[in-house]
């Protein structure tokens, strides 16, 4: 009996074939060329949609279609926080500085410093455009992670698409930077130390998320298939995969004495897990150390992996053999007894089209977040939680972020923010009764 039997059949008589939509670099790509045409294109995608579809409930596993999201009471309000129309690039990832102040990354390659009331510094705390190869889809700057350590070695770390000016290689390249000697709120572009780079040969699903393991401390990076699916299954090659290294021991980096493959002669020793197309947000849970990799799909299903803090690595997510719980492409497959399900996937009705994951919530302002897993989609701005209850996977809508949402964020205290494609903005998302009465900028 195969690990994916116990798919819940009903999630895919919802997937339709929108499917113009449904890939966060078809959507950029058309955004960018057709903006105006395309929203209203993608509008009436989501109205003619709604009819056909069931009305759910937000408790169980599936997504409320629209038609009934309208009819539930948002939990937050989106309040713009930042940089409405200084910048159309779009943002791909939001942390916290500091207790005061956030670090917004941007694709285009520049890392800026936001204030508590907002504003964004006027010097960039790195700016790498020089190097960073931005192409208005998927390509450019993703994300960033400081050393756990950063405070006493100011050492952050960045994933970047690079395009070699004399042979036009395509790379994905992950470097160290050092904070500025001189500026602590500025790291030094001239500080760089690859440590490493991968062949790319298209634009695509190129991911770049980083995470430390709050457990191991060693640094986790997902690598996208470059849109070359097969890769994702095969050990020779580090596209497709998570990958756990030691950045402490040695520089640049060393191989993790416990990794999974270090015995395999046919899998590479930084190859921590296999099977994955295009993760948008790596994320541990700082508290336990479960991990959640949001993978986007391609034409039907968009998908939740989880890997809990204690498991010792090797696991195979199983694309592309299987596409959420359906299969794919079974061609040089493992067995489905060595493939690891998704807990949760969702389809692309009501035009959704791309997961953006986010982060385990810890703050204060919405109790009934505290402990789960924040995730959004990427067309519709549909934020949902998913927590595990009583052994259940318990999805639910939350409220909608009114933009195309790029990543999630949160500051030093774990609120939350979401970060919009093109339009420059972040918002910050606060309870509905407070948002009318507490402005960012009064907090
Ligand atoms: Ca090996
Ligand atoms: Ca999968």
Known sequence: MSRFDFVRADLYNQVDSRSDYNKVGDMKLLLRSHSFVALCVFALAITAGVSAIESLDSTTTQFLPLVAVATRRAEFESVVFTGVGEDEHAFTDIQPLDETRLILVRQSGIIQIAAAD?????????DITDRVAYDSAERGLYELAFHPNYAQNGFLYVAYAHTNAVTSQKTMRISRFTRSASNPDTGDAASEMILLTIPQRNNRHQSGSLAFGPLDGYLYISVGDDNQPETAQQGSVLTGKLLR???????????????????????????WAL???????????????????????DLTSEELNFQPGTAAGGANYGWPCYEGYE????????PDAELTAPIYAYGHADGRCAITGGYVYHGQSFPAWFGAYLFADFCTGDLFTVQRSGGQWQVRWRGTIPWLTTTLGYDYVGEPYAGAFVNGVVYKLLPTSAATAQSPSTK
Request: hydrophobic share 40%; proline share 13%; with cysteine.
């Open 327 to 334: 299969p794919h492409d079974a061609t040089a497959c493992a």
């Open 275 to 297: 099977g994955v197309r295009n993760p948008w947000g790596i994320d541990f849970n700082p508290a336990n150390g479960d991990l959640y990799i949001a993978d986007v799909g």
């Open 245 to 271: 290294i030691d950045v402490d021991s040695a520089e640049p980096y060393t191989i993790p004495p416990d990794n999974p493959f270090v015995d395999d002669p046919d899998v590479l020793d930084e190859i």
């Open 118 to 126: 907002g504003t964004i510094a006027a010097t960039p705390f790195l």
